[in-house]
């Protein structure tokens, strides 16, 4: 069983900057999509940005302009690089990894803003 291993997180003022890591424990192949989401307490789980095989991204609205998604196909790692951050960034951010019969998910790495 692949296990995706975040890393990164953790507490950050305002206006400052993470960079989360997602790797995975065990070999994968044919990744068609990588993508980061995040859950804020009360809230459902949203897509932040993912990034396909052939390098198409999505980005959120609320993240677009700040964060800036990357994969490294060799190595079947993507990146998150968050600058600009806000309060309301404070969430979990979970790592998906989406091939033609899985979709595995990292367990998560907290990010916390604070005002």
């Known amino acids: 069983q692949v296990q995706l291993v975040e890393s990164g997180g953790g507490l950050v003022q305002a206006g400052g900057s993470l960079r989360l890591s997602c790797a995975p424990s065990?070999?994968?192949?044919?990744?068609?999509?990588m993508g980061w989401y995040r859950q804020a307490p009360g809230k459902q789980r949203e897509l932040v940005a993912d990034?396909?095989?052939?390098?198409?991204?999505n980005y959120a609205a609320s993240v677009k302009g700040r964060f800036t998604i990357s994969r490294d196909n060799a190595k079947n790692t993507v990146n998150l690089q968050m600058n600009s951050l806000k309060p309301e960034d404070t969430a979990v951010y979970y790592c998906?990894?989406?091939?033609?019969?899985?979709?595995?998910w990292g367990q998560g790495t907290q990010v916390t803003v604070s005002s």
């Open positions: 998906n990894v989406v091939g033609p019969r899985y979709s595995y």
């Open positions: 065990g070999s994968i192949f044919r990744i068609n999509l």
């Open positions: 990034i396909s095989s052939t390098g198409n991204i």
